[in-house]
């Protein structure tokens, strides 16, 4: 049933993006884009309610920062999150990481519900602690790929998920003492009030085919931006982005615009410890593995680096691979003599490598965001950030709803 559902999902972005010919595909486009007016219209609605207070907004009494993006998967969020959110715990914040757990393991619809109907509790319902600043406490399958990822990256910093993010917002402040909350994926998650908004764009597909969910991959529609505090172009490449960057100030005219790019830094072993400079890859025949949102930069980094791709396998974002599946790769690499299989670092956290592999050794690619130019500006985002004098106060645990200021009247003591 997970295969064909992916096999599904893998159809759909084909169809998408016009890979995929014939009437069948063209007439599946025509249904995709009336879906993507109503779709549009019920975003623009949604989000006036919640600026208009109609929709009730918590507010937690801590700086709460989004870092999200317009489009649906790869552009690169995971890595910005991990650098934000190491600078500010190295200057001394007290920071936590809220995230929804995207496909990580959830109880059964049906007993789900009788589990909350009935006040039983269950490890798999509310609030997660994946990390909580010592320890990692829970695995990928669990937590999700991306939280576990954090949590094993980043020592010190309390992971959580929730889907209710103002809720894990609760736990982060009262049993961590969090000053600042960095929200993973949450510029549509409107539920929970910041005060910033970090939007990721990526340069290699800003606007994806420029249509909305379902025909594209848009979440919002550009001129979203003018919620954004913050914009980063992330997937550079060290190419000027100037063009992009006066596209993006037609919907943002003020925000400080950030570029990175992803610098890959080395080759590490899984289930060892060895590491591999990444020349390692000149000249050697290998696999590369991958279940993520967009595997063609992977790809394309292995051939710019000297590798021979004699295997690619691709699968949908986020796959859990099994062990039938990785035995199959290995078995085929022996074959072909292949030296390496090469992966990502999100897709190395659902590996399961059975025992007798050591003959064909498994790599992830570590990545870290490197800054191109807006240097001053996230220095700036930093120093505002960590200033205590941002943090507004103690109001652990309570759920405020948004309401407007009452103006005293003339006179009014």
Known sequence: MRRQLERIEQFAVAVIFERQTGKRAMFLRGVLRAASWLYGGVVRVRVALFQGNLFRRHYLGCTVVSVGNLTVGGTGK??????LARELRDAGCKVAILSRGYKSRRLPLLRAWRAKLTGQSHPLLGTRIVSDGHSVLLDSYTA???????????????????????????VAVERFGAHVLLLDDGFQYLRLARRHDIVLVDCQAPFGNGFLLPRGMLRESPRALRRAQLVVLTKAGGRDQSELIGQIRKYQAAAPIVVCDHQPLYLQRIGGEGREPLDFLQGKFVAALSGIAAPDSFERFLLQHGADLVVRRRYADHHRYNEAEIRELIERCRRRDLQAVITTEK???RLPLPPGC???????????????????????WLLRLADPAQHTGKMAGRYLPATPPVKKAAGAT
């Open 347 to 349: 897709d190395a956290v």
């Open 78 to 83: 995971t890595p910005v999150v991990e650098r």
């Open 144 to 170: 999700g790929d991306e939280p576990h990822m954090l949590a094993r990256n980043l020592p010190g910093v309390p992971v959580i998920v929730d889907k209710d993010r103002a809720r894990a917002g609760c």
């Open 358 to 380: 050591e003959d064909v050794p498994f790599y992830f690619l570590k990545v870290e965001i490197e800054l191109q130019s807006g240097q001053e500006e996230w220095k700036q």
